[in-house]
């Protein structure tokens, strides 16, 4: 019963800030002075791919499976292919290492699949190989020498021309795709320290020659070196359109993949079913809060109701969480966070149920009160740490092997119960204190309580 005031204080000022992220896509704190923004960030809502449709594509190693793989080169791979497909405009993304040899991506709302599908699939190895004094024709396969000498039968009159590959695209530190003067479009890209002079020796020695750029073994474009290049930076010239330029310059600008990737599965989840999802998830959600919420009032009455008031701002909390963090929500992420409502609830039933025991034993409503929070308490605890424990092990799972369903289910679960632990000790007990506070001594109807 003390600092009733701090407490009605405290919770005002979270539900405040609750119901300010709740309501907003984007929170800011502005400069009173000048209007210049301190501090932004955005609070939209995330949507899994279940309910806002979109790509998941299953991605193993193109490797022998006698072929040792290390925990860095999947996490090194999944790194640079988060940021091809981020650089693609698909900002949501989700990719994790499943097992040793997979990595799963989701792609909420993903607008074109077949252009991540081929971004993905590409290991983005950039050679610049010296073609001589004969170029090749766009999308001829070749053989090089790039990982070294290639041995070859020089009697064998079908055996494969090896070319000299003069620098990979490991040099390259940024590329840009671009319109040249004559509306075409292009790639421009700029050297690091070493590959300027690689380039620059190279352009210097072979004017008037062909320069191959060659992406995975497939020539992409035979410029003629007209004269020496030693500024460090240059254009890649072919039959692009904007989309090929930008994922070709996607796939310079974050290096090659460490090993090989082939996609083994795919599926495209349409927007419509994700948002029927969606709707029957809310529908449902409501359904079985209102019931719950109808049984706490009509069972418990005063306290069941003061519970349910407590439910709503946990609600309000829960969500702003989720917003801020941010969480993407899956259907099994509203499963979880529905689970923990529950485990929000129980508590509050646990305490209501010790607190009828001590007033049917003859205590006055206050001291009932309190013994039901003190004696209570130990089961709250028990079964939430149980609960805790049991979404990390969840967590663990899903992160290690791909599992997005069951990790996203595992956080929500994690932070409602956190959540509901702070309704139900502060919020439900600071409302059932003020009510409390308010009754005179002798005054009391223990009807109000469900007796």
Do not use: C
């Not at 009733?4 to 405290?10: D, P, V």
């Not at 795919?266 to 359904?287: E, F, W, Y």
């Not at 129980?346 to 009932?368: P, V, W, Y």
């Amino acid at each position: 019963m003390r600092n009733l005031t701090t407490r009605l204080i405290f919770i005002a000022l979270i539900l405040a800030l609750a119901l300010w992220i709740d309501l907003s896509q984007e929170i800011r704190i502005a400069n009173p002075f000048n209007d210049e923004v301190l501090w932004r960030r955005e609070v939209s809502p995330k949507l899994g791919l279940d309910l806002r449709g979109g790509l998941q594509v299953v991605l193993e190693a193109d490797l022998p499976e006698s072929t040792p793989i290390s925990r860095e080169q999947m996490e090194t791979a999944r790194l640079i292919l988060e940021n091809r497909t981020n650089a693609l405009g698909v900002n949501e993304s989700i990719l994790q290492v499943a097992g040793s040899r997979r990595i799963v991506g989701e792609f909420p709302g993903v607008a074109d699949p077949d252009q991540v599908r081929a971004t993905l699939g590409q290991t983005g190895r950039l050679e610049f190989v010296d073609f001589g004094p004969t170029p090749l024709l766009e999308g001829t396969r070749i053989v090089t020498d790039v990982d070294g000498p290639v041995e070859t039968d020089p009697n064998d009159p079908n055996a494969p021309t090896v070319y000299h590959t003069v620098m990979t695209g490991d040099k390259i530190e940024s590329a840009l795709a671009t319109r040249d003067e004559f509306g075409r479009y292009v790639v421009d890209f700029t050297l690091t320290a070493e590959g300027a002079q690689i380039f620059a020796d190279h352009t210097t020695t072979h004017t008037g020659q062909y320069l191959g750029i060659v992406l995975d073994k497939v020539v992409i474009s035979s410029p003629r070196i007209n004269e020496p290049i030693t500024e460090g930076q240059g254009q890649i010239t072919g039959n692009f359109t904007y989309e090929t330029a930008n994922a070709l310059a996607i796939q310079l600008r974050y290096g090659s993949l460490p090993i090989p990737f082939e996609i083994v599965e795919s599926r495209v989840v349409g927007p419509t079913l994700g948002q029927d999802s969606l709707q029957k998830s809310l529908v449902a959600g409501l359904i079985g809060i209102t019931i719950v919420f109808l049984f706490m009032a009509i069972y418990y009455r005063l306290p069941g109701i003061l519970a349910d008031v407590a439910i709503v701002i946990y609600a309000l909390i829960a969500f702003a969480v989720f917003k801020y963090i941010p969480v993407t929500l899956t259907l099994a992420g509203i499963a979880g966070f529905l689970l923990s409502t529950g485990a929000a609830l129980d508590a509050n039933i646990l305490i209501f149920e010790r607190m009828k025991e001590e007033l049917r034993a003859g205590r006055n409503l206050r001291t009932a009160v309190d013994l039901g929070w003190s004696r209570a308490w130990s089961s709250i605890r028990d079964s939430n740490l149980a609960t805790l424990i049991t979404s990390v092990i969840l967590f663990w799972f899903g992160s290690t092997f791909g599992a997005t369903i069951v990790k996203g289910f595992a956080l929500t679960l994690a932070l409602g119960v956190g959540i509901s632990l702070f309704t139900a000790l502060v919020i439900t007990r600071t409302l059932l204190g003020l009510v409390i506070h308010s009754i005179k001594p002798g005054t009391e109807r223990l009807s109000w309580f469900g007796l």
